[in-house]
């Protein structure tokens, strides 16, 4: 609980909080569209957090201040609020009131230093941060694979978003020091470490993911019309490429994405060697580009110049597509270099990207 924190909220609500708590965004090193398929992640956590205080205020609606959003936003949990931001905390607590909690209305202040709309998952750090701070207030018995349930649902139900759930298990369960493998199907886990030697770098394209929400819940929608035609569950029944073959080529395509990337994520936590895994990113990136479409001419390129660089073992865009960024699986030693030189080749057409991991100190 660092003092900065309950100065935000003292200087918005002009008494300390009451409860505190914080949440990371994360990276995915392999396994992309593959959660809402029953499928394989391989997330690790970044530096970066959410940090989330509040405050029982003894009135019936709640207050809620993110620092750097302007005006603080007021409601019940009656009304959904119309700001954006907003909806991901009402859904938390609506979802929290859901399980039986009785939510007492709130001053609630939110700071972060998660990079938002590039694919590191700001929401998710808030969802978490946010039903972490509420277990905190009122001492809810909710461990922490729950939390990473409401704070999906959140996301489904109060942010229109049909996503899986691997955002919020990776923000609620990983760490920053090794990569979180999940089987989103019974959400076994277990940590895995990097390949010796190596870190992990992302960068931002500098392009907004303008149609990712639209292009997501498609891509979602072809999937299960995929799985439904093939008559399995979900695409994670299929280990066999070679059984998409009877599905309309678009589908066929966007199958293959997914049942390739399922095998790219269980070869990479066996392979110690930072040359295999960085191959399968590479693949990773291929299959998203040309199957799953989901990749952009700035996404492609900035790829393209981290594959090129010495350092750098393999590369892909990471987290939806449609715009954000890219994340590189690197030497250690060769991380800060790699970074500054892909920037400045990458900017000097004109672009504006920018290293996020590892942050700029400060
Ligand atoms: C977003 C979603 C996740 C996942 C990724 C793509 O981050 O929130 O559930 O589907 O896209 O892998």
């Known amino acids: 609980m660092s003092g900065d ?34 499928g394989f992640v391989l997330p690790i956590a970044i530096a970066q957090r959410t940090r989330v205080a509040m405050r029982v205020n003894g009135r019936p609606d709640c207050a809620l201040h993110a620092q750097g959003q302007g005006a603080t936003v007021r409601f019940t949990l009656d009304a959904a609020p119309s700001e954006h931001f907003a909806s991901y905390v009402y859904g938390c607590l609506m979802l929290a009131r859901g399980r039986g909690v009785d939510v007492p209305g709130l001053d609630i202040h939110v700071e972060s230093d998660v990079p938002m709309g590039v694919g590191l998952s700001s929401s998710a750090a808030l969802e978490v941060a946010t039903l972490r701070c509420l277990r905190e207030l009122l001492r809810l018995p909710f461990d922490d694979v729950l939390i990473a349930q409401l704070a999906q649902r959140a996301e489904i139900e109060y942010a229109g978003v049909n996503c899986g759930i691997m955002d919020q298990m990776a923000s609620s369960l990983a760490d920053t020091t090794r990569a979180l493998l999940l089987d989103t199907r019974g959400l076994e ?12 770098l992302v960068i931002d394209s500098g392009v907004a993911r303008t149609l990712a929400g639209s292009g997501y819940n498609e891509r979602r929608a072809q999937c299960e019309e995929a799985a439904r035609l093939l008559g399995v569950p979900s695409l994670r029944d299929v280990e066999d490429a070679a059984r998409l073959a009877p599905l309309p080529a678009l589908l066929q395509r966007r199958a293959r994405h997914v049942v390739t990337e399922n095998a790219r994520v269980l070869q990479a936590v066996a392979c110690t060697s930072p040359a295999a895994f960085g191959a399968l990113m590479n693949a990773s990136h291929a299959s998203l580009r040309d199957d799953y479409e989901v990749s952009t001419p700035e996404l492609d390129q900035l790829v393209a110049l981290l594959q090129q660089q010495p350092e750098v073992h393999g590369a892909r865009l990471t987290g939806a597509g449609f715009g954000g960024a890219c994340v590189a699986l690197c030497e250690q030693s060769g991380i800060a270099p790699a970074g500054r030189r892909v920037v400045a080749q990458y900017n000097a057409g004109g672009r504006h990207g920018r290293v996020l991991v590892p942050p700029l100190p400060g």
């Open 5 to 38: 924190r309950g100065d935000g909220f003292v200087g918005v609500f002009g008494a300390p909080p009451q409860a505190l708590a914080d949440a990371p965004g994360r990276v995915n090193l392999l396994g992309e569209h593959t959660d809402y398929n029953d």
């Open 189 to 200: 886990r277990r940590f895995v470490e990097l390949p010796p030697g190596t870190g992990v």
